[in-house]
């Protein structure tokens, strides 16, 4: 059972800044590449990088690069190029903060072809 | 106290490592054995890192050794950030020691970056590169 409610995975199209910041948990969208198009506020107070900082560079490389790695952007990349990109993964992020565990899900969204990273500790 | 060689902004990145490591102890909860032989392990990496600060007292010299040390430490986080993610799917979570000698390097890396010049990172690892190519 995913952290990630069915019903905000089924209306991802519709996942917008307001319902993002709203979700008790991470929600960061990114392009193909990993550019960060949208950094919520539950992400923002874990990480402590603000929104306006986070979006524009590079999810997995520059801001959480605890996933600079096969086994998450690897996967990541592995998967949008097959257009298969849904999966979670348990990480312990020690970068630059205190050691915090948390699941990751990334999953595609088929309507509109963005990529969202789902965060929870 | 400050040492001779390390002024007062660097000395301060310095001690404040050892209060985030208290933090991070407690967030793992380590037991006790874990606990001193990492705490034994932090000051030892802390020591080096002063003891190559007061040694290297020329200002030009020291800019390399920053970026160097920074580039070394970096790695060090590369590895042991590997390696917890591969331990966690291994077993379903990671080693203490790991989590603990991960998060340290990054406060060290975070503590030497304000003094670290993109530059002088590019000369190190052309340095370092060079190097391997005239060893093969």
Known sequence: MSFVDPQVISSLSSLDRGKADALPHGAIKVDDSGTIQLYNRWESQLAGVPPAAAEGKNFFTQIAPCTNNRLVFGRFKDSVASGSLDFEIKYTFTYKMKPTNVTLRLVKDPSTKANWVFVKN | ???????????????RMQQRFDEMADVLDLDQTIAQQMNRWVR??????????DTIDDPEERK??????WVRLK????????QIGYEIAKTGEAKADTLVKAATVAIFVDAIEPFVERHEVERVTAHVGSSWHDAA
């Open chain 2, 75 to 82: 790695s060090q986080w590369v590895v042991y950030n590997t």
């Open chain 2, 1 to 15: 106290m400050q040492q001779e060689g390390v002024n007062t902004v660097e000395l301060n990145n310095m001690l």
């Open chain 2, 44 to 53: 030892d990496q802390r020591g080096d890192l002063i003891r190559l600060l």
């Open chain 2, 64 to 69: 390399h050794i920053y970026a160097a040390t």
